[in-house]
């Protein structure tokens, strides 16, 4: 039994062993891509418009177009490999795909564990509503009515900022609280551009922003210690914006120009 049991523990020791290697694995190379003739990137397409599914089943929208033209511009082919939120930064770690272009907002923790690019895209989250109701400040938000996506970034954003009087509705998700709104429901909504659009679309000209309550920057990721493939994707990034492909891409999927703090931003 004791012989046993210490080679059952060898054996765990060592598939730890391979883990960690695996968790750290060798970082990406331009010449390794280029080799290979084809670059993998983890891409999520549930996650409208950045990521979606086509009629032809084919994953498509902004992070499609942004890989797109990666991948031109590194001068190889392309596959996508779709990912989910949770799976998005082990598919990386363990050397399934090459790099992410997958809505990966950018934050201090997600830095420990990937190397980030200069910012590719955003989001921002605000209080939209009626273009005749009067709000400019967290203040007048008293004794208004706002619909939010339960335990959403709006959620958490919009109850930071409203006054004791303000009546927060709390929906299933945004198309709910969206409905709210354009039934009447609620006077104001908590939401991000990208939905903003959307209800923009649905109905011109009856509705617009009143507080931008925060913004947050997606990037391009790669492994940790990638720093040659990092350089090639920065100045990818930087050519993009210069040469307007990268409005385009946003016009494209989102109908409004790349915004300020995404053009700005720095690592």
């Known amino acids: 039994m004791n012989i046993s049991r210490r080679m059952v523990i ?16 060798a970082a990406q190379t331009v010449e390794s891509i ?95 509503g009626a273009t005749d109701v009067a709000v400019s400040k967290p203040e007048d938000l008293s004794g208004k009515t706002i619909g939010v996506a339960r335990a959403s970034t709006q959620d958490t954003a919009v109850t930071k900022i409203a006054p004791q009087d303000a009546r927060i509705q709390r929906f299933d998700d945004d198309a709910s609280a969206v409905q709210a709104l354009l039934s009447g429901q609620v006077e104001l909504i908590g939401v991000s551009n990208v939905v903003a659009t959307q209800i923009e679309t649905a109905a011109p000209g009856r509705f617009d922003q009143k507080i931008e309550l925060s913004q947050q920057v997606q990037g391009i990721a790669v492994r940790k210690g990638s720093t040659e493939l990092l350089t090639a994707v920065n100045q990818f990034i930087e050519k993009a914006k210069a040469d307007g492909e990268l409005n385009e891409i946003h016009e494209k999927w989102l109908g409004s120009p790349l915004p300020e703090f995404v053009s700005e931003a720095k690592q």
Do not use: C, H, W
């Open 10 to 25: 060898a054996a765990i020791g060592a598939g730890m062993m391979v883990g960690a290697m695996a968790s750290t694995a």
């Open 34 to 128: 280029k080799s290979a003739g084809t670059v993998k990137i983890g891409m999520m397409v549930d996650f409208p418009p950045f990521g979606i599914m086509n009629t032809s089943n084919e994953p498509d929208g902004y992070d499609a177009d942004v890989a797109k033209l990666l991948a031109k511009e590194l001068g190889v082919e392309l596959q996508i490999v779709p990912v989910t939120g949770p799976n998005r930064i082990p598919y990386l770690q363990s050397n399934q795909v090459d790099l992410l272009v997958a809505s990966l907002g950018i934050t201090e923790e997600r830095a420990k564990n990937v190397d980030f690019s200069e910012p590719y895209a955003g989001i921002s989250i605000g209080v939209f």
